[in-house]
């Protein structure tokens, strides 16, 4: 197989056949939770991070960042997400829920 088949029915198998959507607008940002199903109807779970941002030419651009979930990962990820939350809820956010900024930085993920 050609480098160019592989990387053709690749990015098939990781576009996926949308079963379902569910987008979140949170401020700036819109998250997109997208259920997929492969062809061998196994399914998988796309959480993407929209953010509109102005571009050099004046228009209008979205920077997306996207991650692939799989079903075996599932409750470990659960596990983990619901851990860092309650911590942030329990030891980073004061006076109405609003983070205090004393244990965050702002990221350029860009930078990194």
């Known amino acids: 197989m050609y480098s160019e088949d592989y990387d053709g029915a690749y990015a098939q198998e990781r576009s996926g056949e949308d079963v379902f959507s569910k987008p979140v607008r949170a401020g700036k940002r819109t998250y997109f939770f997208?259920?997929?199903a492969t062809k061998g109807n196994d399914y998988y779970l796309t959480i993407t991070e929209s953010k509109r941002r102005m571009d050099s030419n004046g228009h209008f651009a979205y920077d997306k960042h996207k991650i692939f979930l799989y079903k075996e990962d599932f409750e470990k990820f659960?596990?983990?997400?619901?851990?860092?939350?309650?911590?942030?809820?329990?030891?980073c956010l004061k006076d109405?829920?609003?983070p205090t900024g004393e244990n965050f930085s702002d990221v350029n993920f860009e930078e990194l």
């Open 34 to 36: 997208d259920v997929k």
């Open 96 to 98: 109405g829920g609003k």
């Open 78 to 91: 659960t596990e983990g997400l619901e851990e860092v939350i309650s911590y942030i809820k329990t030891n």
